[in-house]
């Protein structure tokens, strides 16, 4: 469908603009503030998990040591073992809460980043008297002359400051 009305557009003299969302990501201001706070919940879930892995694996080492093994008394020893086991279901526990956590913020991002991007599309396709704009993505092959992405982040970037400043006066009115 999107190629059939990007061919009739092209045919009926209508121009068209393409953006590649992965570098409006990457490369505007509001992706690089998602990305460094997504980074920044990965690095504080990680230590916990890392935290967790860690003691898990001491508790190991003591149970694969034999003598440390042969000095435990039997009820040490089902103590230990009791506690590796819960170790481990707790780590388990932990990693399919990391992963879902990061794949929901992931998503987030990318919802919020392609909100901006069609805002900021529509402007560029505004000024430009643009009638149809497509995600690279959906595109097999375009002219890069049809390539507006950088206007798109320009756009983006512009919005993302005038945020910060509507932001930075509320708090220092406060």
């Known amino acids: 469908l999107v190629a059939c009305l990007a061919t009739a557009s092209v045919f009926s003299g209508e121009s068209i603009g393409i953006v590649n969302f992965a570098t409006c990501i990457s490369d505007s201001k509001a992706g690089k503030a998602e990305q460094t706070q997504f980074d920044s919940m990965k690095k504080q879930l990680g230590s916990h998990l890392e935290q967790t892995e860690k003691e898990l694996n001491d508790l190991v080492t003591k149970l694969n040591d034999s003598d440390y093994m042969d000095g435990l008394s039997p009820e040490a020893e089902a103590e ?3 506690k590796t086991q819960r170790l481990h279901e707790e780590l ?4 399919n809460q990391y992963y879902q956590i990061l794949n ?3 998503m987030k ?3 919020l980043i392609s909100t901006k991007v069609t805002a900021a599309s529509e402007l560029v396709a505004k000024d430009k008297k643009l009638n149809l704009v497509l995600q690279k993505e959906a595109c097999f092959f375009y002219n890069p002359d049809l390539d507006i992405t950088t206007l ?3 756009k983006m970037d512009k919005s993302f400051d005038q945020d910060a400043k509507q932001t930075e006066t509320k708090e220092s009115g406060k």
């Open 104 to 106: 929901q913020a992931q």
């Open 80 to 82: 230990l073992k009791e």
């Open 152 to 154: 798109v982040i320009a």
């Open 109 to 111: 991002v990318v919802q």
């Open 92 to 95: 388990s526990r932990y990693q």
